[in-house]
C-alpha cells in the first residue's frame, strides 16, 4: 500500500491476509477457501471508489476489509450501496452515519472521543481546563472537535478556553503549532486533543519532544496514534501522553496472548517489514480482526454469502476479543459494543492502561451534542 495512510493501513491488510489463512487451514467458510483480493488506492480518495466498484462487479468480493480515513469510506459508501456490497470500517470515526452496507468495528464518539475528555477533565487526569483541538483537515478531526466543542460547552467551558486548529494531511512542519499551544497553556490547564491522522504524527511527536511540552504540563491524548504510529519516534520525551482506543498490545489476557503470538509468527512466516523483528498489534488491528471472525461466523449462520442474509445473520454476533471481552454486535446499529481504555505511552513505546471503562459501551453513531440527531433511528434505514 502506498500514500500517506500506508504508515497506518499496512498491518490492517495484512491481518486480514493472516486471518484468512488461519480460516482456511481450518477448512475455510461453508466448505470454501476463502481467496483475497487485494487492491492498493494509494490514499488517494476518489480512487477508493474506483477500486471498490472493480472488487465488487469484477472481481465479484463478497465481502470488502478496508479503509482507515473517513474521507476514503465517504467515499466507497456510495458504490457498497449502490452495489448492495459489504463493507467493514475498522476504525475509530466520527459517527454521523448508518449504512445498511457497512458494520464499523472501530468506535464511535462516545467510545473513544468522550470518555478521552472525561479523563482530561478529572482529578486524576490531570484537571485540564482549557483546550486545543488539533486535528488533520478532513471530515472526522472536523466532525469529531464539533461533538467535543458543544460537549465541552455542556460542562461550562468557555469558547475562549478552546483552540481548534487542522493541518493538511501529510504535514510535516508543527514548529509554530507547538509554540502556539505551549502560549495557550499559560492560559490555565491545557491538555491537547489530537485528530492528526497517518505519518503526520512522526513530525508532531518529534516536536513536542524538542519543544520539551512534558505530559506532566500539557498532556495530549490522541486518537490515531497506537503502538504501529510510534514505532519511528524516540518515545522518551513522549512518556506519560496518551491514547485512547478499544484495545492496546500490553492488555494482559490469554486471548490478546495469543493474538500477539499469531501475528508475531505470522510476521516473521511472512517477512513482513518492521514487524518480522518488532512485532506490534494495534487497535484497529484487533477490530480488522474481530470483522472478518464474525463475517465468517454470520455466513456460516446464513449459510451463504448473499448480503442481505449476511447483514441479517451479523445482528448480536459475538467473539471473544484481543481486548478481553466478548465482543458484540449491537442486534441493530451495525456497531460493536467496546470497552474504552487511555493509555499512557511508555519509554518503549508500549502503552500503560491508566484507566477504563467498567464495561462494554454501546456504540451512539448519531452524537446527542450535535443538533437534530434526537430524531434520527438507532438502526439504517433501509432504502
Known amino acids: 500500500l502506498s500514500g500517506t495512510m500506508a504508515i497506518s493501513e499496512t498491518v490492517l491488510k495484512d491481518t486480514v491476509l493472516m486471518a484468512i489463512d488461519e480460516i482456511n487451514a481450518k477448512g475455510g467458510v461453508l466448505g470454501k477457501k476463502l481467496e483475497p483480493v487485494v487492491v492498493d488506492p494509494a490514499s488517494n480518495w476518489p480512487l477508493f471508489a ?3 466498484k472493480q472488487l465488487l462487479t469484477q472481481d465479484k468480493v463478497s465481502v470488502i476489509f478496508g479503509c482507515w480515513t473517513s474521507v476514503s469510506r465517504k467515499s466507497v459508501l456510495p458504490v457498497v450501496e449502490e452495489l448492495n456490497g459489504l463493507l467493514f ?5 466520527e459517527g454521523e452515519e448508518l449504512s445498511k452496507n457497512v458494520f464499523y468495528t472501530g468506535a464511535a464518539p462516545n467510545q473513544q ?77 491545557t491538555a491537547v486533543v489530537s485528530t492528526i491522522n497517518g505519518d503526520s504524527n512522526v513530525p508532531f511527536y518529534k516536536e513536542l519532544g524538542n519543544a520539551g511540552l512534558k505530559a506532566k504540563d500539557v498532556p495530549v491524548v490522541a486518537f490515531s496514534v497506537g503502538e504501529e504510529e510510534l514505532r519511528g519516534v524516540d518515545t522518551k520525551p513522549l512518556v506519560g501522553h496518551l491514547a485512547a482506543w478499544n484495545y492496546f498490545m500490553s492488555i494482559k489476557n490469554p486471548a490478546n496472548d495469543e493474538f500477539v503470538k499469531k501475528w508475531g509468527a505470522y510476521a516473521k512466516a511472512k517477512n513482513i517489514a518492521g514487524h518480522k523483528d518488532k512485532p506490534l498489534t ?34 448480536g454476533q459475538t467473539f471473544k476479543a484481543p481486548s478481553g471481552i466478548t465482543s458484540k454486535m449491537d ?11 487511555i493509555g499512557e505511552i511508555k519509554a518503549d513505546g508500549q502503552f500503560n492502561v491508566v484507566w477504563k471503562t467498567p464495561g462494554p459501551v454501546k456504540a451512539k453513531p448519531w452524537s446527542p451534542f450535535i443538533a437534530g440527531n434526537e430524531s434520527k433511528p438507532d438502526e439504517p434505514v433501509k432504502k
Open 282 to 315: 494495534n487497535d484497529p488491528m484487533e477490530a480488522t480482526y474481530i470483522g472478518i471472525n464474525m463475517w465468517k461466523q454470520a455466513v456460516e449462520k446464513a449459510k451463504s454469502t448473499d448480503v442481505d442474509k449476511v447483514i441479517a445473520a451479523m445482528a
Open 50 to 52: 474506483e477500486k471498490t
Open 89 to 93: 470500517y475498522p476504525v475509530q470515526y
Open 331 to 341: 442486534e441493530k446499529n451495525h456497531h460493536l459494543h467496546k470497552s474504552v481504555f
Open 113 to 189: 472521543a468522550i470518555p478521552a475528555v472525561d479523563y482530561l477533565m478529572s482529578k486524576d487526569g490531570g484537571g485540564a481546563k482549557r483546550w486545543v483541538l488539533l486535528g488533520t483537515d478532513y471530515v472526522y478531526p472536523r466532525t469529531t472537535n464539533k461533538i467535543l466543542r458543544a460537549y465541552l460547552k455542556s460542562k461550562g467551558v468557555k469558547d475562549s478556553d478552546i483552540d481548534e486548529k487542522y493541518t493538511p494531511f501529510g504535514h510535516s512542519d508543527y514548529q509554530t503549532i507547538v509554540a502556539d499551544i505551549k502560549k495557550f497553556s499559560a492560559g490555565g490547564k
